[in-house]
């Protein structure tokens, strides 16, 4: 069974730190671009940031680039979001999304486009 489990979300005050994982299981990671998008109470959701299969390529949100950095480790199946200077308007909940792909650009993860989906994990920025 194909599945995406994020984990790693909580509180944490504005200032603060938290790194979020992706866990990717009945598929290889490797042919897949991971995605992670947020949404926040009353918004749309959003993308945050691109990693390629490979992990040499990667892309962000204006609002989150010099703050967020997207890894992946392909041996543990398992995508990261490392978010430093945490802001209150960074809480959300946070997805992470995986889309099969040959060559990988700067477009590759769209909300649509995106082939598979976690269930989600919230993040909250308050003092």
């Known amino acids: 069974q194909l599945q995406l489990v994020e984990s790693g979300g909580g509180l944490v005050q504005p200032g603060g730190s938290l790194r979020l994982s992706c866990a990717a299981s009945g598929f290889t990671l490797d042919y897949y671009a991971i995605g992670w998008f947020r949404q926040a109470p009353g918004k749309e959701r959003e993308g945050v940031s691109c990693?390629?299969?490979?992990?040499?390529?990667?892309n962000y949100a204006d609002s989150v680039k010099g703050r967020f950095t997207i890894s992946r480790d392909n041996a543990k199946h398992t995508v990261y979001l490392q978010m430093n200077s945490l802001k209150p308007e960074d809480t959300a909940v946070y997805y992470c999304a995986a889309r099969r792909v040959d060559t990988y650009y700067r477009g590759t993860c769209t909300y649509s486009g995106m082939n598979y989906w976690g269930k989600g994990a919230l993040v909250t920025v308050s003092s």
């Open positions: 990693i390629s299969g490979s992990g040499g390529s990667t």
